[in-house]
């Protein structure tokens, strides 16, 4: 339960005193009701109308940090009816991905309401880094280590890993980490069928400082205060 007024300021169509006015001159109903008086109680469920003009709401930021299974596609709705990664979570916010994963690719994938630390953390210039583990169908072979290492231009721009390993070599088949700070659509593929390998699967294991924990796939959780500040902190 707040006061109305504060509500009402909070809100950010007027100050407290302007607000207070506006109740003492009769011209904020609540529920449909003309309430004078000051220090009335509301709550979030209750409808606040100034000159008949419903109070817009201020929105609950909220920020999740989801593991992705595959066959679900990052967007909010998809005219195919394909299951999307905002049904996954269980909100009542507008949420919307982070930047986006493929339809097959699993992992780290972060959601939220708040435009500007998406934005933030999509713009190219704050360069997040983000880990994924592929496997990639046959032998990388150290000299394609050795040139992926130095960087490998796809569509004119360079793209330089900022961190390179590889897990595990296979029969026909080699797992590989590669952290870039690209946020290109289909990069890490691009990149390696530029090498002549195609990526038969592809999970992010890691996004800036957040990385899944425990999470299984399908599973997510909320980000803490801290690291959301964390978060608006990277430069
Ligand atoms: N790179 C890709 O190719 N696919 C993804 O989903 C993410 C990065």
Redesign the pocket.
Known sequence: MERLQKIIANSGVTSRRKAEELILKGRVKVNGEVICTLGTKVTENDTIFIDDVPLEKKEKKVYYLLNKPRGVI?TVFDDKNRKTVVSLIDTEERIYPI???????T?LLLLTNDGKLANLLMHPKNEVE?T?I?KIEGILTPSEFYQLKKGITIEDRKVIPTHLKVRKKEENSTIVEIS?V?G????????FASLGHD?QK?K?ESYAFLSLGNLKSGEYRELSLKEVKKLYSLK
């Open positions: 990052s930047g986006r994963l493929d339809y097959d690719t992992g983000k994924y592929a870039i690209e290109r659509n289909h990069i890490v593929k691009k990149i990526v592809l992010r």
